[in-house]
């Protein structure tokens, strides 16, 4: 069963996408306007006789094979792919391309208009509104802005799931650091009290 390039060219279609089919490879070529990826194009590929669904942005950022800040670019790719759902990061270190990528084996299933949109919805808006600013603020410092962000994430969802556990937690934390700044009084030694 799997899926056909027909069929997903009848998803795009029913949403009046401009796509090019590529039959010989396989594929459609599309793509969007994004914020931070100026050319942000869309590749959706059928494996194995379309058993197996890609949908990946190509070369989503460039300059890396031999930017000083290589290692926290990678660790911050690996990063988003932790804290996201599907999102996966590819890097050819022969050429240096960094590719994101939703992909997964349909094998005997039908692959679904509804879940056909949340892969390529989910690719551009996990892409170009989260993972691009971050990558281009690490490009440029050398340090994931996202440590930070993911704090204030859990932070808001800790507030709406237990209203009023923040300034608990809060009162918690300062009567903590206030036993921490006097150092309890010495107790008399137990040696000393039996003479």
Not at 82 to 92: I, N, P
């Amino acid at each position: 069963m799997g899926a056909t390039l027909e069929q997903i060219a009848g998803f795009l279609d029913n949403k009046d996408w401009k796509y090019r089919l590529d039959p010989e490879e396989s594929r459609i070529l599309t793509g969007v306007y994004g914020e931070n990826i100026e050319d942000f194009l869309i590749v959706i590929q059928l494996d194995e006789d379309g058993e197996f669904f890609e949908i990946f942005a190509p070369r989503v950022l460039a300059g890396v094979k031999d930017h000083p800040h290589k290692t926290a670019i990678l660790q911050t790719m690996l990063c988003i792919s932790w804290e996201t759902k599907m999102l996966q990061w590819e890097y050819d270190p022969s050429d240096g391309e960094i590719r994101a990528i939703i992909e997964f084996p349909l094998e005997d299933a039908i692959l679904t208009e509804r879940q056909f949109y949340r892969c390529l919805h989910s690719l551009v808006q996990l892409v170009d509104e989260l993972a691009m600013p971050r990558l281009q603020a690490v490009m440029e410092t050398g340090e994931d802005p996202g440590d930070l962000e993911e704090g204030e994430r859990l932070l808001l969802a800790l507030q709406e799931e237990a209203p009023g556990l923040l300034t608990v937690l809060e009162r918690a934390m300062e009567a903590r650091k206030r036993r921490g700044r006097h150092l309890p009084e010495k107790e008399p030694d137990k040696e000393k009290e039996k003479e």
